[in-house]
């Protein structure tokens, strides 16, 4: 009668030896954290690329960057996540093939990191242009006035001196990520969140699985939550009080 | 060295035809014929377990090679992909409660919940025979949510591969459930078995699988593997 | 020999924001070691002017001489001017150490990173060296105590007297200093000014654009009065403060003392 | 990247005050039209006529979800937000505690939870089989809706605990000195102040929870993601009707804003 | 008779702050239309006074009687004291009208909707009746005219004038001030001193903390010089500044001029 009560006490079925499926569910949650940090730093290099571009490139940088950070956020993940999955290989592939190129490989892993680190891009940019914003303006003058390039100055001033800014923003987008990678599940990537759908069909042990996964996740947000007051801390240690 | 082909799977656990086991398996009588197939054909198949939702964009956008899903021929899908010919062929069942006593009939149906899994060509029955009659046709992701769904008192009746629905019935969670029969034959909706989905351009590998599928059938090799799952002939009429 | 002793020379500089004309032709030679202090009330241009000196704006027209090099500049399509050579304008503002009104340390270094960073980025100096020159100069504003604290942490005059270290430790050919002490609090200025009058006396060519009146006198050989964008009066500070001509510059001195 | 980098930040010209009509802008009008022009006639939509109805009443789930599940979410997002600010230790501690459990876990696992795992413990009561509330608790969109609301709950119940401490404590006071109760300052003064200051938050999340939303289509409920997945699955287009959904989102997002900036704008305040 | 004319009586209030005792048993009463102003020194305890007679902070001993009604305490299990009835105390805080030093206006309500707040949600007053004498009052401050406006685009002085129509909207018995213009720029004080010097003039039961000797002087009948969480002094304000007896408040009027 209460087969799923009882399955909840039921801790054999997540033993690391089949028939335990814990292995597979780490395996999933191994590929979680491989697509959340591949799609954290995909997004950050392009945050990093589309807060310059938006701040100081042309006018025509700018437009293109603020379509892209409008509609990217306008539309919800999972909905890009199917037309980036689908369009965007296709659509390399066939730019590959009329280029001459044979057709790319893109596996599964890849895929996931490109179209989530293409999300993290938009929320990043616009995280790190409001850090840029923040410094006062005087630091880049001194800069250039001590005869730095613009890149040294991009390099050794701006993106060190916008961190403590845009920290807080970046470890909210970090969390996203994590969370993030369940939308792969339905794209029927193996990660988490779908090893534990297949364990849970398997088995039928609903509940004990997604608690598993639930804990999974909830373990990695507090680590990950501990990290980041660290880094906080550190990035601050220049700033007096709270900013 | 022999040609890479990309098998997609669903993604998605289907007993027996396909699930992933405890170690990390893909286990099930499609795998099995898959291997078979591939063998027989000297190809060099690579398991791709991709969502059923998108498992035709993914056939087209290549990201798989072939789709061995329980993938009915029908002439909706051959509008857009091509298929071998079929290697299996059941019927269609109906399953509900126990204490529920009902036909696989429209008129058993009336003002029941029936549960299917979308793009299937059960959905499109369903839709057809039973949607003015019966109260909902819910449609799922997976097969296994609508048994779920089914074991959990949310839907009244499943319909599906008569295949799946008794593996799940012999299982633990299916015990609540029993056969209330099969449904009216429809060739138009429900095909002509099932078959490997393939791209349209794919002439050649698809001459190529049609020919293993034949062997393996005439030297016994389905035969064998087959006996472990049914004690009846899964390639049907 | 006369070309190099002409430190700083500048010819007919003009500088407009759009319609707005704030330098209206301004000149001035300053020799190795002079130390000029440039005063006028707000809005007449001083900062503009000193900012123009090391490009950190572009004036719209006129010559600017750093030690006998002209900077290349060349119009942009719309009426203003550019550097011809990023690269020139680089050097020379790596040669001509500014001195901001808000210090504008870099506030995620430490005093010593602060004053290492461009000689070792710039100028290529080793890491070695440049803190063994930091060091020096550190010990000389008094800072060495302070030279692992981050900026924040310090007072208003110490941050002041790091942001001198940063500049002295480029070896500028000469120094630029916008207004160094009126974002301090009074009792904080006297310490930062003993600093620069230091300075002076050492032979190092400045410009100083300042408020404090008595201290322009003391320290520096020269007095620029600038007016609207345009030199009302220059001279010694003793025929500048003591002497003025101009209407202007009497209204100046009594409405400042 | 050219001398322009070197420019302090100030100065960043207000994208929406140049005109539209600058060279580059109208290079990109034609590229959009151009593109248009491709999707409207190079790609498949006889199909729109044909589930017209159901995308509109698709959508209209879509907004049911987001508003029923925003407003209520928002009731306990105030309970959660004033809890840790002026709860007493345990609650503090249990609201914080919720929050961060929904916030560090994904919704798409919470949905799951709720409907498969928690729905299937209830189905195996007859006591609730045979209860009033079955009905409800055998269709989806019950599930949806909780899970819906816990998430914006606890997103919020953060926002709003910032808000609440973010109200300054002397006009509170001066409602005390005023001789108001504690309700009557909560109703008139705390609250209304801290949603005035929560506003502009409270409007980029509510377009998150519009993005959420068609989460639920994976428990069956049939949103308007749930009618576009038919499509898909019916017609094998793949891209078409993705295309039309994004359009579609990028509308009631586009819709979201205006609303809460009219509200926004209702209270001015200062720079 | 000779009990309501006793607006405001205090006895023996003492107030701790953990192990600090900021209140020494200060006594006090202030007769119907008496202007009583508080001055002393920084830390003194004039603030944590006031705001005890409205039970802002609750005294750790001592009784407070507002028109003959005493304020029913009762020990809380911490060596402290805690209202007896809060409904009494909501009701003698509404006869009590605070103005604060930093106005403390709503600022998610106009002007107008500041000043009938209290009177609709706490007097009970309709609507209509609160928004007639709401811009009576407003007239009556000068900032008719700005009744739509929402605080933060207000100066300071139109803020605190704002204030004070929002406790005059009350009706109140008596009006606390504490410190209402420190707040504000110099030049904005008159303003606000000329409304509180009116409101004087009407004899209205007022008690006031305030820096402003000269105002104080010119508006107060009676003079309370608080040092150290004791009464030092008191009297009318020419003998309190005339003729201080206490070094203390020798000291106190002498660094203040
Ligand atoms: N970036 C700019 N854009 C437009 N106008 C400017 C800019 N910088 C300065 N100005 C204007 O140029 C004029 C001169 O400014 P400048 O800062 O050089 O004056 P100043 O003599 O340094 O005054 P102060 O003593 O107040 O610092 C002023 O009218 C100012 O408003
Ligand atoms: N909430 C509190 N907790 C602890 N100590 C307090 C508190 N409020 C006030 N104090 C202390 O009580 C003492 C008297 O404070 P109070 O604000 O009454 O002084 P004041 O006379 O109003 O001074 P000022 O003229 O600076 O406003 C001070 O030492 C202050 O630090
Ligand atoms: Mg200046
Ligand atoms: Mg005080």
Known sequence: MNESLYQLANLGLLALEPPGWGAILLKGFLASIQIAVGSYILGLIIGIFGATGKLYGGVVARDLWEIYTTLVRAVPELVLILLLYYAGTDGLNRLLGLLGYGSLDINGLLAGIIVLGVVQGAYSTEVLRGAIKAIPGGQIEAARAYGMSPFMILRRITLPAMLPYALPGLGNLWMVATKDTALLAVVGFTELTLATRQAAGATKAYMTFFLAAGLLYLMLSFFSGVVIRLIERRARRGMAGPV | SAEQIKVGFAAEPYPPFTSLDA???????????????????KLDCVITPVAWDGIIPALTSKKIDVIVGSMSITEERLKTIDFSDKYYNTPTGIIGRKDDKFDATPEGLAGKIVGVQVSTIHQDYATKHFGDKAGEIKEYQTQDEANQDLAAGRVDAVQADAIALDAFLKSEAGACCDHKGNVADDQAILGKGVGIGLRKDDGALKEKLNAAIKAIRANGSYDTFSKKYFDFDIYGG | ???TAQAIQIVGLHKKFGPLEVLKGVSLSARQGDVIAIIGG?????????????????????????????IDMKKDGRGGMQPANRKQVQRIRSQLAMVFQNFNLWQHMTVLQNVIEAPVHVLGLSKGEAIARAETLLRRVGLYEKRD??????????????????ALAMDPLAMLFDEPTSALDPELVGEVLAVIGDLAKE?????LVTHEMKFARNVANHIVFLHNGVIEEQGPPDQVFGDPKSERLKKFISSVH | MSEQILAPVAPEPEIARESLLMPHRIVLMLVFAAILFCVIYFMRWDWVAQYQGRLIAGIGRTLAMLFSSAAVGFVFAVLLGIAQVAGPWWL????????????????????????????????QFPEIRSSFLWPYLRQAWPYGFAALTISFAAYEGEVMRGAFAGVPRGELEAARAYGMGSWTTFRRIWLPRAVQRAL??????????????????TITVVDVYGVISKVKQDTFLTYEPLLLLALIYIILTGLLVVVFRYFENKIPVKM
């Open chain 3, 149 to 166: 604290i981050y900026p924040a942490f310090l007072s208003g005059g110490q941050q002041q007297r790091a942001a001198i270290a940063r």
């Open chain 4, 200 to 217: 502009p938050t409270l409007n980029g999340e509510t377009v998150l929870q519009l993005k959420a939303t068609p989460l639920v289509a």
């Open chain 3, 203 to 207: 032979n190092r060519t400045m410009i």
């Open chain 3, 1 to 3: 020999m006369a070309e």
């Open chain 4, 92 to 123: 503090k501690w249990l609201a914080n505690g919720f929050c961060s459990i929904i916030r560090g876990t994904p919704l798409l696992l919470q949905l799951w939870l709720l409907y498969y795992g928690l729905g299937s413990i209830f189905a």
């Open chain 2, 23 to 41: 170690s990390g398996k893909w286990v099930g009588w499609e795998v099995e014929l898959a291997d078979a197939v591939c063998k027989e054909a």
């Open chain 3, 42 to 70: 707000s809005g007449s241009g001083k900062s503009t002017f000193l900012r123009c000196i090391n490009m950190l704006e572009m004036p719209s027209a006129g010559t600017i001489t750093i030690h006998g090099e002209t």
